[in-house]
T-cell receptor, first 109, second 115 residues
Framework: DAKTTQPNSMESNEEEPVHLPCNHSTISGTDYIHWYRQLPSQGPEYVIH???SNVNNRMASLAIAEDRKSSTLILHRATLRDAAVYYCILRDTGNQFYFGTGTSLTVIP | DTEVTQTPKHLVMGMTNKKSLKCEQH?????MYWYKQKAKKPPELMFV???????INESVPSRFSPECPNSSLLNLHLHALQPEDSALYLC??????????????FGPGTRLTVL
């Protein structure tokens, strides 16, 4: 699987937007971009995924660069409950995926 | 029911013990997974089951023995573990065996301590 690169940590003020970047310069044409997050003392949970077009759901938005070598997860209004480790993952046609190191998001009240 | 349950939540075992971790889902998922997560590290894939058959073993030592007795249950049998095997063990499941767009649902994990 292609690798992803994320900043180790980021901070955001509560109720402000957060942009979490991910680089995946070796992405292949069939790789889907997935984002998961892991809150403290919990298993990871799905946030969003996309292939080429930008995507929105109730949790977040995913902006994908035109060349697909990078993507950004956008949380529109950060809350204290959004403090977590956010993982950007590339998935190909197989069952499995492999987590990168992730970004630890701190939300400041 | 969109939940993956794992039991026990915590487990302490000696290096000579035999124990088992259990994972259950009732979402009709036919792919199930075991991950190992050390503190402050990302989860690492261990095993993948597709339609109750082992499809991926990520070169996991034989002291970890997975079992999928039916489509809802996944076990991880532990024997002669080492202290460095202490970690959070996560189970996950997903619709369909394969498909890069399928969401994985994770359980809360079993916190294992090997003395």
């Amino acid at each position: 699987d292609a690798k992803t690169t994320q900043p180790n940590s980021m901070e955001s003020n509560e109720e402000e937007p957060v942009h979490l970047p991910c680089n995946h310069s070796t992405i292949s044409g069939t790789d889907y971009i997935h984002w998961y997050r892991q809150l403290p003392s919990q298993g990871p949970e799905y946030v969003i995924h996309g292939l080429t077009s930008n995507v929105n759901n109730r949790m977040a938005s995913l902006a994908i660069a035109e060349d697909r070598k990078s993507s950004t997860l956008i949380l529109h209004r950060a809350t204290l409950r959004d403090a977590a480790v956010y993982y950007c993952i590339l998935r190909d046609t197989g069952n499995q995926f492999y987590f990168g190191t992730g970004t630890s998001l701190t939300v400041i009240p | 029911d969109t939940e993956v349950t794992q039991t026990p939540k915590h487990l302490v075992m000696g290096m000579t013990n035999k124990k088992s971790l259990k994972c259950e889902q009732h979402m009709g998922h036919r792919a199930m997974y075991w991950y190992k997560q050390k503190a402050k590290k990302p989860p690492e894939l261990m095993f993948v089951y597709s339609y109750e058959k082992l499809s991926i073993n990520e070169s996991v030592p034989s002291r970890f023995s997975p079992e999928c007795p039916n489509s809802s249950l996944l076990n991880l049998h532990l024997h002669a573990l080492q202290p460095e095997d202490s970690a959070l063990y996560l189970c996950a499941s997903s619709h369909l065996a394969g498909g890069p767009y399928n969401e994985q649902f994770f359980g809360p994990g079993t916190r294992l301590t090997v003395l």
